[in-house]
């Protein structure tokens, strides 16, 4: 029996091996067919598989982009993709390979890693005769990739596939190794997944128990304490607001300044112009069950060149809603889903790190499911990234609400994120110190993203987290002038569950990357680590201690206080006005930041809302204490968001296919097509 299959083995490489282009090499494995030289163009238009026109506008196209120009044809439609293959493998002296009827080996797929293939669009298929076989979507690229290939594989012969078959082949063959990958990216000792449970448990019996005694024993002592240090997370709150604010302000002048050299035609040299990239953005999709539609036409508005923009929709593979959702609906070529295989949790982070392997661009991004991106957004991408430094790994750009009048919990939300975009991440951006990034409207350069570990897996606040590491690593994160609309949180009980998980994924965060203080402060420097502890450890203070504060309005009213003694008593007379002056300088400067981040004709209409603020904040009392039991009891539960309740203002009619342009060009106003979808 066992002989009977090996012979029906050696019978199929022998099959395999006589087809008329891999039998010439195993021949004579030095020589490689001579390519021929006539352009593809031609050749397309030779086989009649191109109208001449389409083609002349594919190549005026190409001039101004980093596509391809198969690429080209391809997303407008202009060639169909069997007569592109036909042509490719006319052009390169080859031949196609079909990798389900002759699935690869996996052997070399392991060789060279399921990541790097699927990134370059190739798959080692088979090694004859000292010659490996290597199936690939990009011909054009293989020359320069054979030095990053393996030296085992010896002598490189090159065989075609499309994008597409590339995927499969890789996902029947990897799906298991490229989903672990996913879960474990980062390194163990900056991952939440590392977390001793039980000595957590233990730490926090531990706490609650010293903490009831303490309070039984010695209770003004205990309040003195904690006083003591809600008053200085205020005060290193502040003083950090405060110097954000006055960064924006003058970043904000020397912007002016450059804006006025560019508009003089001194600051951009023509030398400086560069096609437009390929970006990729990932777009996580969880229990969406009506998104699709309104998805697809919101990033049809989008007016980048569709063969230069890559849309991966993700979906977890158990998710039926949304899965039943896209089943059936016809997505532009530009658009695919990636369903994520399931495993020990479900987090988008883990998502976000399986679909990268998929992305075609250099530039990645991440959107979520109910963002109503800016048109021209990566047309500021690709000028943002073009004139960044070389340690410029994320573009942040802001989120902001259609939804604010809805009620006043919408207003509060859609006042406090413009505060948290244009002031504090701003301001942290201005600083150079750690952003805690946002979890949308993020663009990355894909390498050093790679560099950094991609996302933990297993933090519910993965954004943060991962602006954390690219500061470790050295790599920095600077504001886009960009704005993405979402819907805002305006239910209580669902804000609740969606502030307790940001409070915990910052906890968490700042426990993960405390386990060495001195490797941090070794990483960040004094000045960002000092920084790191009050927008993480001092933010989440506020909330929790903020009861603690919120009893000294009781002196105001005449009312006994613990504190009122050792106050009024041991520290002088002073120290109760000093408090009070520090409480109302607080909520003044929060008061002007907020009215500075809504003075935009958008948002000018909740000004009257701004002083409401002081009665907004403590809801995220609620939220931090059930963070915090959480922490504790469930650290990677995700409490997911419901959107689309007040999805009442209609989406716009989707934009003209664009026109192609350069980096550091304008993007051209588009007259919106009725009916069309790009």
Not at 116 to 122: D, R, V
Not at 168 to 184: N, P
Not at 219 to 239: D, Q
Request: with cysteine.
């Amino acid at each position: 029996m066992a002989g009977n299959s090996a012979l029906a083995t050696n019978l199929k490489f022998s099959a395999i091996a006589e087809s008329p282009a891999i039998a010439a090499f195993d021949s004579a494995p030095s020589l490689v067919p001579p390519r021929d030289l006539r352009p593809l163009g031609q050749i397309l238009i030779e086989d009649d598989a191109v109208d001449p026109a389409n083609l002349l506008r594919a190549l005026v196209m190409r001039q101004r982009q980093s596509a391809r120009l198969g690429e080209i044809l391809l997303s407008n439609g202009w060639v169909d993709e069997r007569a592109l293959i036909r042509a490719l493998c006319r052009q390169w002296r080859t031949t196609t390979i079909d990798l389900v009827a002759t699935p690869p080996d996996t052997r070399l797929i392991d060789m060279v890693g399921a990541g790097l293939c699927l990134a370059e669009g190739i798959v080692p298929w088979r090694q004859i005769g000292g010659v490996t076989f290597v199936a690939t979507a990009r011909p054009d690229a293989f020359d320069a990739l054979r030095a990053r290939l393996p030296q085992g594989l010896g002598d490189l012969r090159m065989l075609l596939c499309s994008e597409n078959a590339v995927r499969e082949a890789l996902l029947s063959t990897r799906r298991i190794a490229l989903i672990r990958h996913a879960e474990l990216r980062v390194p163990a000792q900056l991952s939440c997944r590392t977390r001793d449970e039980r000595r957590v448990g233990r730490i926090a019996l531990a706490i609650g128990a010293v903490g009831a005694a303490a309070l039984l024993l010695a209770p003004i002592a205990v309040i003195a304490v904690l006083t003591f240090w809600a008053v200085l997370t205020l005060l290193a709150s502040m003083v950090l607001k405060a110097l954000s604010f006055h960064a924006i302000l003058r970043d904000r002048a020397e912007a002016r300044g450059l804006e006025l050299a560019i508009a003089s035609g001194r600051a951009i040299p023509s030398e400086m112009k560069a096609p437009l990239p390929l970006i990729s953005v990932m777009v996580p999709l969880f229990a969406e069950a009506d998104i699709a539609d309104r998805l697809i036409g919101r990033l049809a508005r989008l007016d980048y060149p569709r063969e230069l923009m890559d849309i991966l929709i993700v979906v977890e593979e158990t998710d039926r809603v949304t899965c039943g959702a896209l089943e059936g609906v016809a997505l532009p070529r530009w658009m695919r889903v990636i369903k994520v295989p399931d495993g020990p949790v479900q987090t988008k982070p883990r998502a976000l790190n399986y679909a990268l392997n998929f992305c075609r661009g250099q530039i990645v991004g991440v959107w979520d499911a109910e963002d109503r991106p800016e048109p021209d957004q990566l047309h500021k991408v690709a000028r943002g990234f073009h004139f960044a430094a070389p340690d410029v790994a994320c573009l942040q750009g802001v989120l902001d609400y259609y939804n604010p009048r809805t009620n006043w919990l919408a207003r509060a939300f859609t006042i406090e994120y413009a505060a948290w975009f244009r002031g504090t991440l701003a301001g942290a951006a201005a600083l150079r110190l750690v952003v805690p990034l946002g979890g949308t409207t993020l663009f990355f350069r894909r390498e050093l993203l790679e560099n950094a570990g991609g996302w933990d897996a297993w933090n519910v606040t993965e954004d943060a987290d991962l602006g954390v590491r690219l500061a470790r690593h050295g790599y920095r994160t600077e504001m886009l002038d960009t704005v993405t609309h979402e819907e805002a949180n305006c239910r209580l009980i669902p804000w609740v569950k969606q502030r307790s998980r940001w409070l915990k994924g910052f906890a968490m965060t700042w426990g993960v990357h405390m386990r060495d203080p001195q490797a941090l402060w070794r990483d960040l420097g004094p000045r960002r680590f000092i920084g790191l502890q009050v927008q993480l450890a001092a933010s989440v203070s506020q909330y929790l201690l903020a009861p603690v504060l919120w009893s000294f309005w009781l002196l105001s009213l005449g009312l006994p206080h613990p504190m009122r003694d050792l106050l009024e008593g041991r520290l002088g007379g002073h120290a109760v006005p000093a408090l009070f002056g520090l409480f109302v300088a607080s909520e003044l400067l929060n008061m002007a930041v907020a009215a500075w981040a809504t003075r935009g004709s958008d948002h000018r209409h909740l000004w009257p809302w701004v002083p409401t603020m002081h009665l907004y904040f403590p809801l995220g009392c609620l939220a931090a204490w059930k963070a915090i039991y959480e922490v504790v009891r469930r650290p990677f539960y995700w409490d997911k968001t419901q959107h689309g309740l007040y999805d009442t203002v209609p989406d716009e009619a989707p934009a003209a296919p664009p026109q192609q342009q350069d980096a550091t060009a304008p993007a051209p106003r588009q007259v919106p097509l009725i009916g069309s979808i790009g």
